[in-house]
């Protein structure tokens, strides 16, 4: 049993971490439901044009031809990566006014991969017109404003996770006289929230943590990738370090790049090639992403380095375990790995926790006929 | 039965059940594991559903 005087502390913390966070939860909540479902959304909205329709063992056109129609469309870019899909027969080349220029500013070009016809142009995220999907990530991801955004709403997720363990603390107390999951809707307003809260919180109190700490670690992600930059990545392109950095008609073949590595790593998909200068890779480098072909390894992505005026192929890399943490946390945030139903279900668990904290802001407004402490005290008194 | 096995035994069979639904989708390769995911997933759901309306009946 918990003390008397450790569970005042564990009040203080549930109500103080549950207050601040409180607001943007919410907002979390609320933007991440449409999240959920964004790339059913995004296919209901999209008006890209459908695909050719072509035998299904038509081979892949040359990436460096499209790689060059990027490149005569925007002479005054440069190539950021080229991305390969595996669901649909679409490759995507995206540009950006300098090799370290923010993402926003970065356009997409839309090619079939079998033809290598461009398909779509998709202006840079600064200066079109944000669409639904687009709101609601960067409310979701960091209220507009990049990277101390996404710390902040990091540090509120550690509250709300911090909420959600001493809201387990305090639920024994307060539920110990009535059988599991019992509302007293015959008592007061306040008491029939008050056991709402405990039973939504109480059902899904293992959800709400696996969420909130993938969602932390998800905020992590730029931080997290600067460190790998600058420890890992610096050490193995160490080598290179006094050469001059390659110009881009120096680049050798992209369409070379991903033959290699699909050569080299036979079991693995490649999924892009970033080209050199980039924010996380090496001055000198193509950044070769590759993925698995099992359930967990699809979601397990690693990096391959070649180098970039050769093509030769320079280390798979070895990803250190923040990095790993990182890409299972993805999925486990998203909710994306399991067919529409895990969707749905995933929907309806964000929408009770929206009801808990809603309750629980409730509890706290008309607490001043009955504070929590006061609660506790009663509860004591009659023990 | 004891007060703290009557308190969190069903939170915590939630819990186990929400755990092993996550991990099933995610390490399981599609169908079967995914039928079971989205079953014990369901629980915790299913849980509030039956609690509310017995309390309402």
């Given amino acids: ?79 950021w990566y080229v991305f390969v899909d595996d669901d649909e027969p679409k490759v995507v080349v995206g540009m950006l006014p300098s090799p370290t220029a923010d993402r926003t500013l970065a356009r997409f070009l839309r ?60 639920y024994a107390p307060f539920v110990s006289r009535q059988r599991f999951g019992e509302v007293r809707r015959m008592r007061s307003a306040r008491i029939k929230w008050l056991d709402l809260h405990n039973l939504l919180g109480a059902t899904t109190m293992a959800w709400a943590l696996v969420v909130g700490v993938t969602g932390v670690i998800n905020e992590l992600s730029q931080p997290l990738f600067l460190v790998w930059q600058r420890t890992d990545v610096q050490a193995m392109v160490q080598p290179y370090r006094d050469l001059p950095v390659p110009r881009p008609d120096e680049l050798s073949s992209v369409q070379r790049a991903f033959d290699t590595v699909r050569q080299a790593l036979p079991g693995m998909a490649v999924t892009s090639v970033v080209f050199p200068g980039g924010k996380f890779g090496s001055p000198h480098h193509y950044l070769v992403w590759t993925k698995g072909a099992s359930a967990l390894t699809s979601r397990l992505f690693s990096p391959v380095l ?44 964000d929408l009770a926790t929206i009801a808990v904290l809603g309750s629980g802001l409730y509890l706290w407004l008309s607490r001043r006929r009955s504070p929590i402490e006061a609660r506790l005290a009663e509860l004591q008194a009659a023990e | ?16 059940l929400t755990v092993f639904g996550l991990l099933s989708a995610l390490l399981g390769e599609g169908g079967v594991w995914w039928g079971l995911s989205w079953l014990s997933l369901v629980m915790p759901l299913g849980a509030i559903v039956f609690c509310v309306v017995r309390s309402w009946s």
């Avoid at chain 1, 909710?335 to 995933?346: F, R």
């Fill in chain 1, 306 to 349: 070649l180098d970039a005026r050769t093509g030769r192929l320079t280390t798979v890399v070895q990803m250190p375990w923040y990095l790993r943490a990182l890409q299972v946390s993805r999925p486990l945030h998203f909710g994306d790995y399991g067919g529409l139903p895990l969707k749905i279900i995933w929907a309806l668990l």
């Fill in chain 1, 111 to 170: 090619f079939d991969a079998r033809t290598g016809e461009l398909l779509k142009e998709i202006e840079p995220l600064a200066t079109r017109s944000l669409s639904f999907i687009d709101v609601m990530l960067r409310l979701h991801r960091d209220l507009f404003a990049d990277l101390p955004g996404e710390l902040f709403l990091g540090a509120m997720g550690l509250l709300f996770v911090a909420a959600t363990v001493s809201g387990i603390v305090l």
């Fill in chain 1, 1 to 79: 049993m918990v003390s008397s005087r450790a569970l005042k502390r564990w009040a203080l913390v549930h109500k103080w971490t549950s207050l601040v966070c409180t607001a943007f939860l919410l907002l979390l909540c609320v933007t991440g439901l449409p999240l959920v479902f964004r790339d059913e959304i995004g296919d209901w909205l999209s008006d890209d044009p459908p695909y050719a329709v072509l035998p299904a063992e038509t081979p892949m056109a040359n990436l460096d031809r499209m790689v060059e129609t990027a490149r005569q469309r925007h002479p005054d870019q440069v190539i």
């Fill in chain 2, 1 to 16: 039965m004891s007060d703290l096995r009557r308190v969190w035994s069903w939170p915590l069979a939630l819990a186990g």
